[in-house]
């Protein structure tokens, strides 16, 4: 066994091992499919080992399962991005549509699926001989040998597409600006721009790249995409377990986080806060977080576990954020650099200029004052730059 099938041996084992602790650790129907996609490509990395061990020829009956199951990532990928973005709340009968690409090729390969073990042998034996004809997937008869290779790639970027409109999205939502989904967001864009690479490789080494060199790529291109996934979800313990382990709170905080809040209210919560965030009602004076756990027919302790869950927030800060963000957008209207900081504060719901100015102070790392300055700065070299043009 080379090089390429021990790295491809050790990135599965890693891989296999992340999606047991996120198993373990998480329950929401994102993070399920999350973990499918994972297993597609550690399932992938294994298969590659098992063909460069030569292994594969004592368990014969797994050759060619891979490309089924790659048929499987993209789409595993869209609907845990659709989940964790809470734009969907529950399978339909229509994602049944996702799972065509992999009848096809089922369908196209059910007569090897079902030949006897000893010609699957002979067949894997002559590949041996000829690496480079591995991806080819001649063994179907519905379909011209190559097709399965360049058509799971060619889908996988029509999903790619309909993901990056899912994100462009998110960052059109009041709920963009929040420091948990912040991170999210980086997290998705991350995974979504590796996995457009991955396939934007997989397309131009088919077409353009010598055939002995295909296969190579075929094995490394799974290999590097998942290990820089699980690099980076090794040094991000929050997207791993689901929590924040280095957010050092009160214990209520923590035991807000270790409340399990059952899935039909989650998708609840979700809703009504999306609805609470659109309509700004965080500008309302003296709010509290009764009041709007009444308003969402939930109990205040529900309320306040779901948004340290959420948005790794207390609901002070998480009323205060919006705020802030309020005015920071407010401010990029010159009109509003004729206001008090007091007519700014009450535009924004503060009930008093001290609370005020430690929430700003908190989240833009500066004074209210200072950054109106700078404000008003910028749109003073801006118009200059519109005269100089002039």
Same mark, same amino acid.
């Given at each position: ?13 890693? !891989? ?5 602790? %996120? ?5 929401? #129907? ?29 368990? *014969? ?12 990532? &993209? *789409?595993?990928?869209?609907? $845990? ?25 089922? @369908?196209?390969?059910? *007569? ?6 000893? $010609? ?19 063994? !179907?008869?519905?379909?011209?040998? !190559?097709? /399965?290779? @360049? ?12 993901? #990056? ?6 960052? !059109? ?7 948990? =989904? ?11 721009? %590796? ?14 790249? *010598? ?12 290999? +590097? ?19 924040? +382990? =280095? ?17 039909? @209210? ?25 009041? #709007? ?25 998480? +009323? ?16 509003? /650099?004729?206001?008090?900081?007091? &007519? +700014? &504060? ?12 430690? &929430? ?31």
């Amino acid at each position: 066994m080379g090089n390429n099938g021990l790295y491809s041996f050790t990135a599965s084992i890693i !891989g296999f091992i992340l999606i047991i602790i %996120i198993l373990y650790r998480q329950r929401q #129907v994102s993070m399920m499919f999350f973990s499918f996609f994972l297993f597609t490509l550690a399932a992938t990395n294994f298969l590659c080992y098992l063909f460069e061990s030569r292994k594969i020829i004592e368990v *014969p009956f797994l050759f060619r399962i891979g490309p089924l199951i790659n048929y499987l990532t &993209a *789409p595993s990928l869209f609907l $845990y991005i659709l989940f964790e973005l809470k734009e969907k709340r529950k399978l339909q009968w229509l994602d049944a549509l996702h799972l065509l690409p992999a009848i096809l090729f089922l @369908v196209d390969y059910y *007569p090897w699926y079902i030949s006897d073990i000893s $010609y699957k042998k002979q067949v894997i034996q002559e590949l041996f001989q000829k690496n480079e004809s591995v991806y080819l997937l001649m063994e !179907g008869w519905l379909l011209p040998p !190559g097709t /399965h290779f @360049v058509l799971r790639h060619i889908i996988a970027l029509i999903y790619v597409f309909f993901m #990056v409109l899912l994100l462009i999205k998110l960052g !059109g939502s009041a709920e963009r600006t929040v420091p948990g =989904n912040q991170q999210k967001e980086n997290w998705l864009v991350l995974v979504v721009g %590796i996995f457009f690479l991955f396939s934007v490789i997989g397309i131009i080494t088919y077409f353009y790249a *010598p055939s002995s060199f295909v296969w190579s790529a075929t094995i490394w291109a799974p290999l +590097i995409v998942f290990s820089i996934l699980c690099l980076f979800l090794l040094f991000k313990p929050s997207i791993l377990y689901g929590i924040d +382990i =280095n957010n050092k709170t009160e214990s209520n905080a923590e035991n807000s986080k270790q409340l399990v809040i059952p899935e039909e @209210v989650s998708f609840k919560l979700q809703a009504g806060l999306h609805d609470f965030l659109e309509k700004k009602e965080y500008l309302r004076k003296n709010i509290k977080i009764g009041n #709007v756990a009444e308003e969402l027919d939930v109990q205040t302790y529900i309320l306040s576990a779901y948004i340290n869950q959420v948005y790794q927030m207390h609901f002070n800060d998480f +009323i205060n954020w919006f705020r802030i963000q309020f005015i920071v957008d407010g401010l990029k209207n010159e009109n509003w /650099h004729q206001l008090t900081l007091e &007519a +700014i &504060a009450e535009k924004a719901g503060f009930s008093n200029r001290t609370t005020f100015l430690t &929430a700003f102070k908190k989240f833009m790392r500066m004074t209210p004052t200072a950054f109106l300055q700078k404000t008003k700065n910028e749109f003073k070299s801006k118009n200059k730059s519109l005269d100089n043009d002039i």
